[in-house]
């Protein structure tokens, strides 16, 4: 996003070839070459029995040290007498492989033994140890406060002056607030209703109840609208929980206590304190469903542009214009002309799309399919480069017919059912465009 104002809702690989199959060649270093030993030094060994603390050498029987010279613990290299087993047979049977083996093993077990009785000897004297510790294992006590219930009305509540789209005039009463969380509808729109999951953008003005300064609005220069999933938390509950159920083009009264705004914390970069109450005014511009489709008059595209059908809330049918050859530039074409706002580099864009192969018209993606809007912020290198060329500049509520050549695409590398080298077709429909 563009710099702007802050916002109120801010919150070892295996070898290859020969090697394939060889648990050896996964180790780091490659596969362990010929009549070559892995040696383990005994400290190491009576450490791993529980024996000798690190840095302690092992001590035997009569106490003395031991030298420290490596051991061979086991190797890759194969005696002449052996079995096809691979074990040494002198003495028969077992091995000289087998006897290390079998020692380190009951070393171990001894070792674990020793610790077993240790842990559980004596258990009258310190049961606590055994048991879990309570500070632990509770779950985490709750630190912010609950959201309190949405009212409609207080017993005190500001004097609104203004009308929807504008800047509004918010007068602060003498007297503080109640504390109540509540949502009034100044004026009530004629659009879409804003539901749960609705992709919603708002224009707000604020002012902080406690102090009586303002907080930076949508409205400021270089302000922007705030859109939003409506009901997913993604922003405090003053702007995510207050528009639910509340129809586009309405404006709305906010109040907010602390717990409905930046909790305990306040929020310093914007000089709210901790119990401060604040003040919204929020025009809802927009309300889309996470399946709309932009509606209107189609001016279908020239003849040497893949035609369209449109499928309403199904993908579009796409079909390739035969003989074209692959463009070598960005192409566009407005089949539908929205009259929102053109959208501005750097702002988020809520948009539905189908993209198809230019040579066979066969799609490869489409949000529709998904029945989830797509969202990303134009000029930001989130998504190829004809999307952010083609649609900055475009006016909400458009849809457009975008011919991006793979230098703008996928280039030579392709992706997914995508070949390397294709040019592509997208019909995207812009439903919003806001400061997210």
Known sequence: MTEKTPSPGGAGTAANDSSAGDPAASRPGGPVGDRESIVVPPAILAQQAGWAQPGEAPRVQ??????????????????????????????????KLGVILGTVLAVLLVGSGITLYMVNKDDSKDTAAAKPDAAK????????????????????????????GKKAEIQVPGEASDGSFVVKVLTEGTGAKVEKNSWTS??????????????????????????????TDALIPALDQAVIGKKAGSR??????PAAAFGSQGKADMSIGAKDDLIFVIDIRNANAPDAVVSGTVTPPPADFPQVK???????EITPVAGAKDPTELKSHVL??????????GEKVVVQYTGALFSSGKVFDSSLSKGQAFTFPVGGGQVIQGWDQGLEGQTVGSRVELVIPAALGY???????????ATLVFVVDILDAGQG
């Open 62 to 95: 009569g106490g003395t040290k031991t030298d420290d010279a490596p051991q061979i613990f086991a190797s890759n290299v194969r005696k002449s007498d052996t079995s096809e087993a691979g074990y040494d047979e002198n003495p028969p049977g077992v091995g």
């Open 202 to 231: 708002v224009d707000y003005t604020a002012k902080d109840w406690t102090t009586g300064k303002d907080i930076p609005s949508s409205y400021d220069a270089n302000g922007k609208p705030q859109i939003f999933q409506a009901g």
């Open 336 to 345: 539908i002309k929205g009259t929102g706002p053109k959208v501005e580099k």
């Open 137 to 164: 294992t509770a779950p985490p006590t709750p630190t912010a406060d609950p959201v309190p219930p949405i009212k409609d009305s207080a017993k005190v509540l500001p004097t609104i002056a203004g009308d929807f």
């Open 252 to 257: 709305l009264l906010v109040v907010a206590p």
């Open 411 to 421: 280039g030579d590398k392709g992706q997914g059912d995508i070949p390397p080298g």
């Open 310 to 316: 449109d499928n309403g809330k199904k993908p579009a």
